[in-house]
């Protein structure tokens, strides 16, 4: 049996129900799995959601809870892909002390190298934007951590698969 | 107004109404349902609904309990004696959560439930209102589905989802929580029956090809052997399973729930699984060519040590529940679909065959567990009473035909071991989850459901007193349940682990009772006490020959263990005789 753990990505189809939340994510912490990442959305058809969650576990684990996913009412269908299966990203914001943008040169060559994108200036403080993988807006966070950085937020993962998902047709079959 | 339901419906059902309030919609639907009979108790929350069911109360039967627990459990009784939906009711708060442990009981054993809450009115929501409890969240694990009402009008529609929901595909509980306003308000009521939830595939299509690959392997078989489950009594398959087993020769050993799906004394009934199972079964398990599961779900006390169990063979698992294939043990074919309709397509593609020599080795088992265990229990040379004899003199007196519930412990596996079937349906208990308290509430809707059978509830000492307070419901209700308690004075369960497994050290195990002849009694139950050998068979045909209600308590050996027994950890077939 392989129990080497890895991280998944499960992407859940769901109504879009109150109290859903609750109920998908109590099947991770039932198995005491620790979800790393969760986002969820308006997925490509109307009225119905996404869920991209991201966890680390063994491939058995990730089956099952598949399995159990898609057991739930409220659940169109679950799938487990791995990173290499999906295109994936990450969104981060930094809040940075306005002074450091005016008085050093360095942080203007480390937002220009970065790709990343000044999404707001206010009086005091302006806005970083990176959208890329964890390695990319950590990389940005290390180098922006020295310059005054009043916040930081990273988004969970949000992905999408190589491989169609044939949602729609599936719904459809209903 | 838009209900997030997305259940479609059938439209030739509807009947367009006078505005009425959401209390009374909630007992038409009930009514619409086929509900007869519901379980529960009032409070502050639900007292809008209490009101409506006042005024139907000649149309729809409501049994006070004397705890929400005892609500859910009648209600599971009732559901699993008759196969319909039972209904639980309860107002919010305590009454709620009373609710839970007969829900996650219900849910483990895949039980039909309706179990409808009343909540504080919506303005107070998360405002910690008095009785207000967020049993929406606390019951989410433990449900196959549930759902908050907050407007009058969502009421027919989820109501409808919830019964099918219950009751289609695997069946569980469904719990449907009422806010104060949504029943005082009125609306025009129309109700349509749920037949499909777009997000939801009740049963399985049945896959052909898996179906030949079943075959194949079974009729290529020289060694095979089926383990069955509830899921035949659930998608009432017993003919269905009977003829197949009957056509391949093929032995049928029964998890604690299948048990009474094939009657006691058929050829091919070769005895229980797990761990206080038939020798035989189990040893055999470790040796057939081909395991056929049928209806169940490998659950830990039938496997034992996984990585010991049936590793030799080819497994075929035949389930409705497509999350259980591969769950626990690894299958070579899966079988997904409803019982009944899986068996039927089997039936005409297995080969007729017998396996005389195959039944020969579990006859062998049996003999050897016959000598070493079955003898003394049933047969005793000892001075005390076994649970076993009691067993065998209630059969005696009932010939099969009785609906035994049984509580949790040693008397359950007792029970389970030497009860003899011959009707389905009839063997109540709890499996998956365990709950002590479950057979006296659970006997009470057992009666309601089938009340021309004799129905005896088989309790120990112990969980007897989880759920004492139904005596209560007995008395009111004229249930002509028969309460068996066996008592040992002990925990005799743990006290057994204790023994074998933690050097006798009988932590807090020890009971101290009180005289249960008295307290039934003082309930007017007709009670007797037996400690003699010589007066239990008498007292028995008392008992079951007594057109009410009635106790019995009798005086078992204290220190006697439930054998075989496979130890935690231990591989089935290395399931011991003492």
Redesign the interface.
């Known amino acids: 049996m392989n129990t080497e753990t890895k991280s998944y990505t499960i992407s859940v189809y769901?109504?879009?129900?109150?109290?859903l939340l609750?109920?998908v994510s109590?099947i991770f912490s039932?198995r005491h799995i620790n979800i790393e990442s969760l986002t969820t959305s308006q997925s490509e058809i109307e009225n119905v959601n996404r869920f991209v969650i991201v966890a680390t576990m063994e491939e058995q684990q990730a089956?099952?809870i598949v399995?159990?996913l898609?057991?739930q009412?409220?659940?169109?269908k679950a799938y487990v892909h791995t990173d290499e299966e999906t295109i994936y990203q990450e969104s981060a914001l930094f809040k940075v002390s306005l002074d450091s943008l005016l008085d050093k040169r360095q942080i203007q060559d480390i937002i220009k190298t970065s790709h990343a994108n000044i999404v707001t200036v206010a009086r005091d403080f302006f806005v970083i934007e990176k959208t890329g993988s964890r390695k990319e807006t950590e990389q940005l966070y290390q180098d922006l951590k020295p310059y005054k950085l009043l916040q930081f937020v990273r988004s969970g993962r949000i992905s999408v698969t190589k491989e169609p998902m044939n949602i729609s047709e599936m719904?459809k079959a209903? | 107004m838009e209900i997030k339901t997305k259940a479609s419906t059938k439209k030739n059902q509807s009947k367009k109404q006078q505005p009425i309030s959401g209390a009374e919609a909630v007992v038409k639907c009930l009514l619409v349902e086929g509900v007869d009979l519901i379980y529960g108790y009032p409070g502050g929350a639900i007292m809008p609904i209490y009101d409506e069911l006042y005024k139907y109360q000649d149309q729809l039967q409501h049994v006070l309990v004397r705890h929400e627990q005892g609500a859910t459990h009648a209600a599971q009784g009732y559901a699993r004696v008759t196969g319909k939906v039972g209904v639980a009711m309860a107002t919010s708060g305590p009454g709620a959560t009373n609710l839970v442990t007969g829900i996650a009981d219900a849910q483990i054993d895949s039980t039909p439930l309706v179990c409808i809450t009343g909540q504080v009115g919506k303005h107070l929501l998360g405002s910690d209102a008095f009785q207000e409890t967020d049993i929406v969240g606390i019951s989410t694990p433990v449900t196959k589905w549930n759902y908050q009402i907050t407007e009058a009008a969502e009421i027919p529609e989820v109501l409808a989802k919830a019964f099918y929901i219950a009751k289609s595909g695997r069946p569980g509980p469904v719990l449907i929580d009422i806010t104060k306003n949504a029943q005082f308000d009125t609306f025009d009521f129309e109700y349509q029956k749920c037949t499909s939830v777009r997000s939801y595939k009740a049963v399985p299509d049945v896959d052909k090809s898996q179906l030949l690959a079943a075959a194949s392997l079974i009729n290529a078989a020289k060694k095979p052997l089926i383990v069955f489950g509830q899921g035949v009594i659930l998608g009432e398959a017993e003919s269905e399973f009977k003829a197949l087993i009957e056509k391949t020769g093929i032995p049928a050993a029964w998890t604690i729930l299948g048990l009474s799906a094939l009657e006691s004394n058929h050829p091919l009934n070769v005895g229980m699984v797990g761990m206080h199972g038939n020798y035989g079964p189990n040893k055999l398990t470790n040796e057939c060519d081909v395991l056929i599961a049928i209806g169940m779900r490998f659950d830990d006390r039938v496997t034992g040590n996984l990585e010991s169990y049936a590793k030799q063979a080819k497994v075929i698992h035949f389930d409705i529940d497509p999350s259980e294939i591969d769950k626990n043990v690894k299958t070579d074919v899966a079988v997904l679909g409803n019982s009944k309709e899986t068996l039927a397509k089997m039936l005409p593609l297995v080969n007729q065959n017998s396996h005389e020599s195959w039944m020969q080795e579990f006859k062998e088992y049996h003999a050897i567990e016959f000598e070493k265990v079955i003898k003394d229990e049933l047969f005793p040379t000892k001075k005390g009473i076994t649970m076993g004899e009691v067993l065998k003199e209630i059969n005696q007196v009932t010939k099969g035909k009785a609906v035994v519930v049984s509580d949790v412990g040693q008397h359950q596996m007792m029970a389970c071991r030497y009860a003899e079937f011959n009707q389905t349906k009839s063997s109540i208990t709890s499996g998956g989850l365990g709950t002590m308290g479950f057979a006296l509430p659970a006997a009470i809707g057992a009666k309601m459901g089938a009340p021309e059978r004799e129905v005896i509830a088989i309790i120990g000492d112990g969980g007897y007193q989880m759920t004492i307070q139904e005596l209560g419901t007995i008395f009111q209700t004229k249930a002509a349940v028969k309460i068996v308690v066996l008592n040992n004075e002990f925990l005799g369960m743990v006290r057994q682990w204790q023994q074998l497994f933690f050097d006798k050290r009988y932590a807090s195990t020890e009971m101290v009772n009180p005289d249960f002849v008295t307290i039934a009694k003082g309930y007017h139950i007709e009670a007797q006490k037996v400690t003699k050998r010589e007066n239990l068979s008498g007292a028995i045909e008392k008992m079951i020959a007594s057109k009410s209600s009635y106790f019995l308590e009798v005086f078992v050996e204290k220190e006697n263990n439930v054998f075989p027994m496979i130890s935690t950890g231990a591989s089935v077939s290395d399931i011991r005789l003492s």
């Open positions: 769901t109504e879009n129900n109150v109290g609750n109920r109590s039932k089956t099952k399995g159990q898609e057991k009412i409220e659940v169109i719904l209903f």
